[in-house]
């Protein structure tokens, strides 16, 4: 089964912290994607990256920043966390390859910035 | 107006009932659709996958692809409490983006 994992469950941050929010995934995936998920919004992709070292854009960058110094590792930075951030972050993998488009997701992180 | 449309619900059926829950969407170049299944408080589970047009059946679960309607639908039959989650329809185009577009999900409570 594809195991992907999320450093934290819960998180509470001050506004204006740097926060950290850290995946891994024990799948050999090439691609890999962060998320926040809000109601009635839906998930809204923030940053994806198809290899190692790779980024894109997602629909929502802003605020956000990523990095991935290793294939099985894709991390999420709020440079300076603000209120608006408070949401759940959810980090997904998919192949290359296989049946395209389809991802799996961590468990998700819930970031509360007071 | 969004790409995805998924009706938010919440739909409340009686245990055994059959449920239909349906997304639609505007842009034609989308050829692969799957259905995820999120508990509440943890992250999407992939339940069903479905390429271009057509019907696939996995035990209670039907996906069905209708692709000149621009419609999609899971149906659950003899639905348990179990099931009882968020389900969220998704779709991708056939390129190497590898990006999902997602419907906000649709709400479902079993009722014992």
């Known amino acids: 089964d594809v195991k992907v994992t999320q450093s934290s469950r819960y998180l509470v941050k001050r506004t204006g912290e740097k926060v950290f929010l850290e995946c891994v995934q024990d799948?050999?995936?090439?691609?890999m994607f962060w998320y926040r998920q809000d109601p009635g919004l839906g998930l809204r992709l923030i940053y994806f990256s198809y290899d190692v070292k790779m980024k894109e854009k997602g629909d929502i960058p802003e605020g956000y920043s990523v990095s991935r110094e290793k294939k099985e590792r894709f991390s999420l930075i709020l440079e300076s966390a603000s209120t608006n951030q408070t949401s759940m972050y959810l980090c997904a993998s998919s192949p290359t390859g296989g049946e395209s488009g389809t991802q799996y997701f961590g468990p998700g992180t819930r970031l509360l910035v007071l | 107006q969004k790409e995805v449309e998924q009706d938010p619900g919440p739909l409340s059926v009686p245990e055994g009932a059959i449920v239909s829950l349906n997304c639609t969407y505007s842009?034609?170049?989308?050829?692969?659709f799957m259905w995820y299944r999120q508990y509440s408080r943890k992250g999407p589970e992939l339940l069903m996958y479905?390429?271009?047009?057509g019907n696939k059946e996995d035990g209670r679960f039907t996906a069905q692809v209708d692709k000149s309607s621009k419609y999609i639908s899971l149906f659950i039959r003899d639905s348990q409490p179990s099931d009882s989650a968020t389900y969220l329809c998704?779709?991708?185009?056939?390129?190497?983006?590898?990006?999902?577009?997602f419907g906000s999900g649709t709400r479902l409570l079993v009722r014992p």
């Open positions: 799948m050999d995936h090439e691609n």
């Open positions: 998704a779709m991708t185009k056939m390129d190497s983006s590898y990006k999902l577009i």
């Open positions: 842009n034609s170049a989308f050829q692969y």
């Open positions: 479905t390429y271009s047009s």
